[in-house]
């Protein structure tokens, strides 16, 4: 079974940077397409970023230029670097893991962008 944890939410202001990890406990890690999604109240889950088992990587509109995702084969984590926050990007942030019908969610974690 797999098991998703994620971290590094937090409180920051709008043009500060956050860095997320997700990290992945089970078994066959680069088969998955692990990725971040967020949530805001009343708004449907949307994509930030994500990466395939290939290492194909796929942005949200909204983030493009600002956030990057990066993974790491041996320790099993998937990261979301966020550079120029926005009050817009503030929401609570899930990992999620992907393949085929297996799909696996964290707990989700806080970003807030305030000034």
């Known amino acids: 079974q797999v098991q998703l944890v994620e971290s590094g939410g937090g409180l920051v202001q709008p043009g500060e940077s956050l860095r997320l990890t997700c990290t992945f406990s089970?078994?066959?890690?680069?088969?998955?397409?692990v990725g971040w999604y967020r949530q805001t109240p009343g708004i449907e889950r949307e994509l930030v970023a994500d990466?395939?088992?290939?290492?194909?990587?796929s942005y949200g509109s909204p983030v493009k230029g600002r956030f990057r995702i990066d993974r790491d084969v041996n320790k099993k984590t998937v990261s979301l670097q966020m550079n120029n926050l926005e009050p817009e990007d503030t929401a609570v942030y899930y990992c999620?893991?992907?393949?085929?019908?297996?799909?696996?969610w964290g707990q989700g974690t806080q970003v807030t962008v305030s000034p």
């Open positions: 999620n893991a992907r393949y085929h019908a297996s799909d696996f």
């Open positions: 089970g078994s066959f890690f680069t088969t998955y397409r």
């Open positions: 990466i395939s088992g290939g290492g194909t990587i």
